[in-house]
């Protein structure tokens, strides 16, 4: 799994795999993300869709969700893109997880695998 997220952006190896994994939270417990849907979208400069990409709860009780970039998902041009990340909620709630600062766009940065 290569791959490095942070509060400015998702980097990935070309071709390779990375699991984006969440955890939902409420102060002072899990949240039940039961029904929810993920959706990560990926765009270049010309606001162009590169990769429109769904996650799956892994454990609703829990909180858990996770995006599964495969190396299809990742074999694109070098460069950096921008991204973000959706959640749809059993009850019709939509919040832009990912940048959590509204303020901000982040970035989907692809980089170079030597060993192809």
């Known amino acids: 799994m290569t791959g490095l997220i942070n509060s400015r952006g998702i980097t990935v190896r070309q071709g390779n795999s990375f699991a984006i994994i969440m955890r939902f939270k409420l102060p002072d417990r899990d949240l039940d993300i039961s029904g929810m849907k993920l959706q990560m979208c ?4 010309q606001d162009n869709l590169i990769l429109d990409k ?4 892994s454990d609703a009780v829990h909180g858990t969700a996770v995006i ?3 190396p299809q ?3 694109l041009p070098l460069g ?5 990340i959706k959640a749809t909620f ?3 709630q939509v919040h832009t997880i990912y940048p959590q ?3 901000a766009v982040a970035y989907f940065n692809v980089t ?3 060993s192809k």
Request: charged share 40%; no cysteine.
């Open 42 to 45: 990926v765009r270049d400069e």
């Open 54 to 57: 769904a996650g799956a709860v």
């Open 68 to 70: 599964e970039l495969t």
């Open 73 to 75: 998902d990742t074999d």
């Open 80 to 84: 950096q893109y921008k991204t973000d």
């Open 90 to 92: 059993a009850d019709g």
């Open 101 to 103: 600062n509204i303020n």
């Open 112 to 114: 170079e695998e030597v």
